[in-house]
Nanobody
Framework: VQLQASGGGLVQAGGSLRLSCAAS????????MAWFRQSPGKEREFVAV????????YFADSVKGRFTVSRDNAENTVYLQMNNLKPEDTAVYYC????????????????WGQGTQVTVSS
């Protein structure tokens, strides 16, 4: 399984970014897909997750109403649309996948991408 995250960058507060995570080596539609983030000195934290069909999504309270997550099972890609970005959203963002488990814990996911840096300036 390979997960390749992209789309990070430097953006001013209030701006938007769209992250992508391209998956290969798996039956993509059989996997729950999640986004986590990690800031320097902090533990990796849950951001969002989407069910296999894309019909249900869950978000961390800190991003609810600002971020959306979607997936394209035909393209083996999951997206994280981030709007109204804040400096506290600055982190390395990781995508993760698991066939059987869904939830906010890092331990639920067996497959991880390499991360993409998001920096929000004030």
């Amino acid at each position: 399984v390979q997960l390749q995250a992209s789309g990070g960058g430097l953006v001013q507060a209030g701006g938007s970014l769209r992250l992508s995570c391209a998956a290969s080596g798996l039956t993509f539609s059989s996997y729950y897909m999640a986004w986590f983030r990690q800031s320097p000195g902090k533990e990796r934290e849950f951001v969002a997750v989407i069910t296999r069909s894309g019909g249900t999504t869950y978000f961390a309270d800190s991003v609810k109403g600002r971020f959306t997550v979607s997936r394209d099972n035909a393209e083996n890609t999951v997206y994280l649309q981030m709007n109204n970005l804040k400096p506290e959203d600055t982190a390395v963002y990781y995508c993760a996948a698991d066939r059987a488990r869904i939830g906010p814990s890092v331990a639920y996911y067996d497959n991880w991408g390499q991360g993409t840096q998001v920096t929000v300036s004030s």
